[in-house]
């Protein structure tokens, strides 16, 4: 059984930074893709970004290409998404996820908590 728990998640304004972690129990991290995925009030889960299980290749979403860096220590067992120029339209909890590749959260079988993320204009 894997557990995820996120965390980084707070109030920021716009235009700030913030990075979310996301720490995964188990000794098969490294064998497995990561996702975040994004879900506003309201709205439906939403796909962030992925990273294979090396790091090597990464994916985006076109509304935060260019400003959110996904990386990830296998080392460490954790997955970050580096959030620059965060705009009031980011406002969501954020979830990672494991095992999965690309936009569909059906394709994830493991997900955390949930971290709230609230950018103010």
């Known amino acids: 059984q894997v557990q995820l728990v996120e965390s980084g998640g707070g109030l920021v304004q716009a235009g700030g930074s913030l990075r979310l972690s996301c720490a995964a129990s188990?000794?098969?991290?490294?064998?497995?893709?990561m996702g975040w995925f994004r879900q506003a009030p309201g709205k439906e889960r939403e796909f962030v970004t992925c990273?294979?299980?090396?790091?090597?290749?990464?994916y985006y979403a076109n509304a935060v290409k260019g400003r959110f860096t996904i990386s990830r220590d296998n080392a460490k067992n954790t997955v970050y998404l580096q959030m620059n120029s965060l705009k009031p339209d980011d406002t969501a909890t954020y979830y990672c996820?494991?095992?999965?590749?690309?936009?569909?959260?059906?394709?994830?079988?493991?997900w955390g908590q949930g971290t709230q993320v609230t950018v103010s204009s």
């Open positions: 990273i294979t299980y090396s790091g090597r290749s990464t």
């Open positions: 996820a494991l095992g999965g590749w690309g936009t569909n959260p059906d394709d994830y079988g493991y």
């Open positions: 188990g000794s098969t991290f490294s064998s497995y893709n």
